[in-house]
């Protein structure tokens, strides 16, 4: 089998797609025009991955499962975790497959064991043979199981850096819900100022500018993406960070147009 090399991984965020302030609160105008831009893009060698954001976040905060399996009872909150994250899935691969795109569904829980939270083992053949036949896989933030700590959470950021290095991809567009990254939080600072070009060594300064994530964001908000940015854009992969709550954006940044928001490089 001949290694199928990615042009692009894109990330939307799950609180572009859902309602972070509510449960199981999807945005589904939103995801439908996410879905038409994609396929308007018409981009070749793309794999997507999406966030949890009210499907997956509040159970997994509830059961305390990035931690680890401590008790029993956090079985059915692993079970519940997984399960809404399908749901939001499936949401995604309707308005995918409504617009005409070539879009399979891999779900990381089935395929993928984590160490101490980091990607250990990746069963990835099938996702490679899905690219070679013109697929687009469409991955997403999961429940999985951990050699260390029985399970955990793992994050589509880790994913997508993940991903990217593996299938040595060009460049990464994350949508988000901000325009970019900002040298502090934009939504309780309204003076912040928007970075818009960044290196490696930047990233790493901002790491400990932005303070803690909310505590509704148990994968880490921007503070988390930057950290798992740092080891792809070593490797030289752009990194676009737009806001996919804006129309044609993701659009623009899929097409390679100049577009807002914040472009990562190695230096």
């Known amino acids: 089998m001949s290694e199928p090399r990615v042009d692009t991984i894109l990330k939307i965020g799950g609180s572009v797609i859902t309602d972070k302030k509510g449960e199981l609160a999807a945005k589904t105008d939103e995801i439908n025009r996410i879905a038409e831009e994609i396929q308007k893009a018409h981009t070749q060698d793309l794999v997507v991955v999406h966030g949890g954001g009210s499907f997956g976040h509040p159970y997994a905060q509830r059961y305390g499962l990035k931690e680890g399996f401590k008790e029993e009872s956090q079985k059915v909150g692993f079970s519940e975790t997984h399960h809404v994250m399908t749901v939001l899935n499936g949401l995604v691969m309707d308005a995918l497959v409504w617009h005409g795109v070539q879009a399979i569904s891999i779900t990381p829980s089935s395929c993928l064991i984590t160490e101490?939270?980091?990607?250990?083992?990746?069963?990835?053949?099938?996702?490679?043979?899905?690219l070679n036949m013109g697929f687009m896989p469409v991955l997403y933030g999961d429940a999985v199981l951990d050699t260390k700590l029985g399970f955990t959470i793992l994050s589509g950021d880790q994913l997508i850096s993940y991903l990217a290095?593996?299938?040595?991809?060009?460049?990464?567009?994350?949508?988000?819900?901000?325009?970019?990254?900002?040298?502090?939080?934009?939504?309780?600072?309204?003076?912040?100022?928007?970075?818009?070009?960044?290196?490696?060594?930047?990233?790493?300064?901002?790491?400990?500018?932005?303070?803690?994530?909310?505590?509704?964001?148990?994968?880490?908000?921007?503070?988390?993406?930057?950290?798992?940015?740092?080891?792809?854009?070593?490797?030289?992969?752009?990194?676009?960070?737009?806001?996919?709550t804006k129309p044609n954006l993701v659009y623009k940044a899929l097409k390679g147009d100049p577009v807002e928001g914040t472009i990562i490089r190695k230096g």
């Open 116 to 130: 101490s939270g980091r990607i250990k083992d990746f069963a990835d053949v099938p996702l490679k043979r899905y």
């Open 165 to 244: 290095l593996e299938l040595r991809a060009k460049r990464i567009v994350v949508g988000v819900d901000v325009d970019g990254v900002y040298e502090s939080d934009p939504k309780t600072d309204s003076n912040s100022k928007l970075l818009k070009n960044l290196t490696v060594q930047d990233l790493k300064e901002l790491q400990t500018k932005l303070g803690k994530p909310t505590s509704t964001d148990v994968t880490g908000g921007m503070l988390g993406k930057i950290t798992e940015l740092v080891p792809a854009v070593e490797q030289g992969i752009t990194v676009i960070i737009v806001n996919a």
